[in-house]
């Protein structure tokens, strides 16, 4: 299960993946039930989660909403910590994740608006270098797993801040690894050697410990927050969270 999932990510296009891939791993759901682990995205309970990534990391995608750990974290994140299930919001969600979709769209508190460039799921085609809303629009920005994509993610970040209201936040991840600095060569164009040194035959860069500062040259005030850290064990173990996964929390800046 690991090989055949991780040659199906690396090599079949995203757009083709979100329009066909739940129907597929909801019949797979049948096959892991049990309540050893729980999705506190959709509340369905299994043995285990299965595998997911490149190199296949256990225990990662529910079957049932395809959530995966940091999806579970980020959506816990937003029931403890942000004011995201109690006040009336507008919402931009970038390049939208197919286990919030529904959920986010069926919160009556949000005026809730999906975005990206090619994505089949968002209702808005969108540039992120150019987004297509005035200054000052949106309370909240999600942007996850994008920046890493982009030719210049800086702007990316500017235009995400521009378009936040003055008291708007965001959150803005990507993979992150345990190297100084971000690297990035835009000279490189061959898919091969783009996954040798970023990661991933589509990135265009790798992020180091540098993330936090390198996106708030954009304008942005970005905060890393160890919210993970705060959770009793019990709840990281059940939810399957990511035990050193950094929220990224943007709020607008000048």
């Not at 959920?103 to 949000?110: I, Q, S, T, V, Y």
């Not at 005026?111 to 270098?129: F, G, N, Q, R, W």
């Not at 005035?134 to 994008?146: G, L, M, R, W």
């Given at each position: 299960?690991?090989?055949?999932?991780?040659?199906?990510?690396?090599?079949?296009?995203?757009?083709?993946?979100?329009?066909?891939?739940?129907?597929?791993?909801?019949?797979?759901?049948?096959?892991?039930?049990?309540?050893?682990?729980?999705?506190?995205?959709?509340?369905?309970?299994?043995?285990?989660?299965?595998?997911?990534?490149?190199?296949?990391?256990?225990?990662?995608?529910?079957?049932?909403?395809?959530?995966?750990?940091?999806?579970?974290?980020?959506?816990?994140?937003?029931?403890?910590?942000?004011?995201?299930?109690?006040?009336?919001?507008?919402?931009?969600?970038?390049?939208?994740?197919?286990?919030?979709?529904?959920?986010?769209?069926?919160?009556?508190?949000?005026?809730?608006?999906?975005?990206?460039?090619?994505?089949?799921?968002?209702?808005?085609?969108?540039?992120?270098?150019?987004?297509?809303?005035?200054?000052?629009?949106?309370?909240?920005?999600?942007?996850?797993?994008?920046?890493?994509?982009?030719?210049?993610?800086?702007?990316?970040?500017?235009?995400?801040?521009?378009?936040?209201?003055?008291?708007?936040?965001?959150?803005?991840?990507?993979?992150?690894?345990?190297?100084?600095?971000?690297?990035?060569?835009?000279?490189?164009?061959?898919?091969?050697?783009?996954?040798?040194?970023?990661?991933?035959?589509?990135?265009?860069?790798?992020?180091?410990?540098?993330?936090?500062?390198?996106?708030?040259?954009?304008?942005?005030?970005?905060?890393?927050?160890?919210?993970?850290?705060?959770?009793?064990?019990?709840?990281?173990?059940?939810?399957?969270?990511?035990?050193?996964e950094v929220i990224f929390y943007c709020e607008k800046g000048r």
């Open positions: 299960m690991k090989s055949l999932i991780s040659f199906i990510i690396r090599y079949i296009p995203r757009k083709y993946l979100q329009l066909v891939s739940h129907f597929f791993l909801r019949i797979m759901a049948v096959f892991y039930q049990g309540n050893q682990v729980t999705c506190n995205v959709c509340d369905h309970s299994f043995r285990k989660f299965l595998p997911y990534g490149r190199k296949g990391r256990d225990n990662a995608l529910c079957p049932n909403c395809l959530a995966l750990e940091r999806h579970r974290l980020m959506w816990l994140f937003l029931q403890q910590e942000t004011n995201f299930f109690t006040d009336k919001l507008k919402v931009l969600h970038i390049a939208p994740e197919l286990c919030f979709i529904d959920r986010m769209e069926a919160m009556k508190n949000l005026d809730y608006i999906t975005a990206d460039i090619e994505s089949p799921l968002a209702k808005v085609k969108m540039d992120v270098h150019q987004i297509p809303f005035e200054a000052n629009t949106f309370d909240v920005v999600f942007c996850n797993h994008v920046m890493e994509h982009v030719d210049d993610d800086i702007l990316a970040c500017s235009e995400i801040n521009r378009v936040l209201k003055p008291n708007g936040w965001g959150i803005i991840q990507s993979p992150v690894y345990d190297i100084p600095e971000t690297i990035e060569d835009k000279t490189i164009t061959d898919a091969a050697e783009r996954e040798r040194l970023f990661g991933q035959r589509d990135h265009v860069r790798k992020y180091g410990h540098d993330y936090a500062k390198r996106l708030s040259q954009s304008g942005l005030d970005v905060q890393e927050n160890l919210f993970v850290k705060t959770l009793d064990p019990a709840v990281v173990l059940k939810n399957a969270l990511p035990e050193n």
